[in-house]
Nanobody
Framework: QVQLVESGGGLVQAGASLRLSCAAS????????MGWFRQAPGKEREFVAS????????DYADSVKGRFTISRDNPNNMVYLQMTSLKPEDTAVYYC??????????????????WGQGTQVTVAS
């Protein structure tokens, strides 16, 4: 089973950029579709983005399209979320997820994913 550790969160001003990283353990990293979710206080967990095993296909929530970019580095077992033009409504704990199914199913099958511990992103207005 893959283990995930997120990093890169912090406090930024609206309009700033931030890059989150997710380090995965295990030799089978390339067997997993990967994704990012977020959860704001008092709200349900929300799908943000996902990426296929090869990194050739991505899916994004409408709220982040054009602002966030997901990528992966299979030789180094890393997944990234580049966030630009950040808004206060992007404030949340961001979680990395690993999924054995297809990347385009991750958003609705999150209960079947493996999770990291999360990293806090706070965007001040």
């Amino acid at each position: 089973q893959v283990q995930l550790v997120e990093s890169g969160g912090g406090l930024v001003q609206a309009g700033a950029s931030l890059r989150l990283s997710c380090a995965a353990s295990g030799r089978t990293f390339r067997n997993y579709a990967m994704g990012w979710f977020r959860q704001a206080p008092g709200k349900e967990r929300e799908f943000v983005a996902s990426i296929s095993r090869t990194g050739g296909s991505m899916d994004y929530a409408d709220s982040v399209k054009g602002r966030f970019t997901i990528s992966r580095d299979n030789p180094n077992n890393m997944v990234y979320l580049q966030m630009t033009s950040l808004k206060p409504e992007d404030t949340a704990v961001y979680y990395c997820a690993a999924y054995t199914g297809n990347y385009y199913d991750l958003g609705r099958n999150a209960d079947f994913a493996s999770w990291g511990q999360g990293t806090q992103v706070t965007v001040a207005s």
